[in-house]
């Protein structure tokens, strides 16, 4: 039931092209009618506003020209204003239309005479009232003609209504070829984006198939680069810890291995050949042990890394003798010094007293004193501090006189499964998690730590403890 669920909230997702086609054309709509419709309005107001601008202007010219003109001149001078659809009649007060002469307008002035004197009672010469009447727009002034007349100029608006019904055509075209061009704007740029973004889906479907060999690219966009970019690191870290984990497998069966074959070829020949013999017996027993010694530190040390990595170690701090704890660590080094050779050359303070889990911190020391003895020079010596600060800290300081690690290698080798590819001699045996639980106990205790390493000068492992009074008590 849930996986059906989920298969119908997966049916019911919705495409991005045509999420962002549909929110650019609703946005490109939206604009062409906002900006049609403040020019229409604009348009409308405007032109209605020059109309009666214009019959003004006109009107005070004629009123001036009747003055001083006679009738032929002045019927002229109202005909020539026809063109521009407006209309000049002088009318007397009892409704007859004086000027222009031979006129053959079919307007009946008796019924509008009374209307006009209305609106100019009170109005002395050049004085004017201009009003809209049944869509026409009329200006109406008293003239000096004869015994006293009034001058009428008017324009139809049913002109500009028609020429905005014609805009409103020209509109809707217009918006209409805009809106195909969105529509294939955004279509376009959605196929570009969406066609990035598919392509980074199936390669981390490769990816999750285990195909470490793919490869995000894409730096059309600058956030389907950053995301590439991002994907990529991904695809390196399951490449180095899947090359990390198989190193691992051959170290742990390798390590595995030499003490198996060891204890079992030393029982058989306590059961062949020493069972009798109490010299013989004792020292092959002791390689048993000495190798079932070996298998437990091996597991010790994955199982090691696995607690601490997934927190269930719990750090239980107190206040001890980190002298004293370190000369302890460095006394079961004694046999390489004794068997094989080794110089482990010490300098510390006495009686320096730190807070921490003493057995985790047991780890770290041990985990750096093995891993110096490991890599040190020819010499086979290794050099181990531990010396007060000024400022109230003690830093361990452990140093070989090795091959030194590259100045790249210097970041990884804190990760698990990571060791340095060189052939040597490895006198305390290991799997490359030494470090990686060293990095681990001190950031849970937040200890500040790290290497100093130049190729051809050896290593040297550090490690910055908070110095406290013997008798504080921790709670």
Do not use: C
């Not at 003004?56 to 063109?83: A, P």
């Not at 870290?237 to 497998?249: A, I, T």
């Amino acid at each position: 039931m849930k996986s059906e669920n989920g298969r119908k909230k997966i049916r019911r997702l919705k495409s991005i092209n045509f999420v962002l086609s549909k929110y650019f054309l609703v946005f490109t709509f939206v604009l062409i009618m906002v900006i049609e419709g403040v020019i229409f309005v604009i348009v409308n107001i405007t032109s209605e506003g020059r109309i009666r601008e214009r019959l003004t202007y006109i009107g005070k010219e004629v009123t001036m020209y009747v003055n001083t003109h006679n009738e032929e001149e002045i019927s002229r001078y109202l005909y020539s204003y026809r063109h521009e659809g407006i209309n000049l009649y002088i009318i007397s007060t009892e409704g007859e239309a004086l000027l222009p002469l031979d006129d053959v307008s079919d307007i009946d002035w008796g019924e509008r005479i009374e209307g006009i004197k209305s609106r100019l009672e009170g109005y002395g010469p050049g004085e004017a009232v201009i009003y809209e009447e049944n869509d026409i727009i009329n200006f109406v002034t008293v003239v000096k003609y004869g015994k006293g007349s009034f001058l009428v100029a008017n324009y139809s608006l049913r002109i500009l209504k028609d020429s905005m019904k014609l805009m409103i055509g020209y509109f809707i075209g217009i918006g209409m070829i805009v809106l195909a061009i969105a529509a294939l704007l955004s279509y376009s740029i959605s196929q570009r984006l969406s066609s990035g973004l598919r392509n980074i889906s199936t390669t981390a479907v490769r990816l999750a198939k285990g195909d470490l060999t793919v490869n995000f690219a894409n730096a059309e966009y600058q956030e389907l680069a950053d995301l590439s970019d991002t994907l990529n690191i991904v695809r390196d870290e399951v490449k180095k810890s899947g090359d990390f984990q198989r190193e691992l497998l051959a170290n742990v069966s390798h390590d595995l291995k030499t003490p198996l074959t060891m204890i079992k070829a030393y029982a058989s020949m306590i059961r062949e050949i020493s069972g009798d013999n109490p010299e013989k017996r004792d020292k092959h027993l002791q390689v048993i042990i000495d190798e079932s010694d070996r298998l437990t530190s091996l597991v010790n040390d994955v199982l090691s890394v696995s607690k601490v990595n997934s927190n269930l170690a719990e750090t239980n701090k107190k206040v001890f003798n980190l002298t004293e704890f370190l000369y302890g660590i460095i006394n079961k080094f004694e046999y390489l010094q004794e068997t094989q050779g080794y110089n482990i050359m010490v300098d510390v303070d006495a009686n320096l007293y730190t807070s921490a889990d003493d057995e985790k911190i047991g780890q770290v020391i041990y985990n750096l004193l093995g891993n110096a003895v490991n890599y040190t020079g020819e010499d086979k010596t290794v050099y181990i501090s531990l010396k007060s600060q000024l400022n109230g800290r003690i830093k361990l300081s452990v140093r070989d006189t090795g091959k030194g690690i590259a100045k790249e290698d210097l970041p990884e080798i804190w990760n698990r499964y990571y060791r340095v590819k060189e052939n040597h001699s490895r006198p305390v045996k290991g799997t490359g998690l030494g470090l990686n639980i060293v990095k681990i106990i001190l950031e849970n205790h937040n200890f500040d730590y790290g290497v100093n390493s130049e190729l051809g000068k050896g290593s040297t492992f550090w490690v910055d403890f908070p110095s406290v009074p013997a008798d504080i008590e921790i709670k």
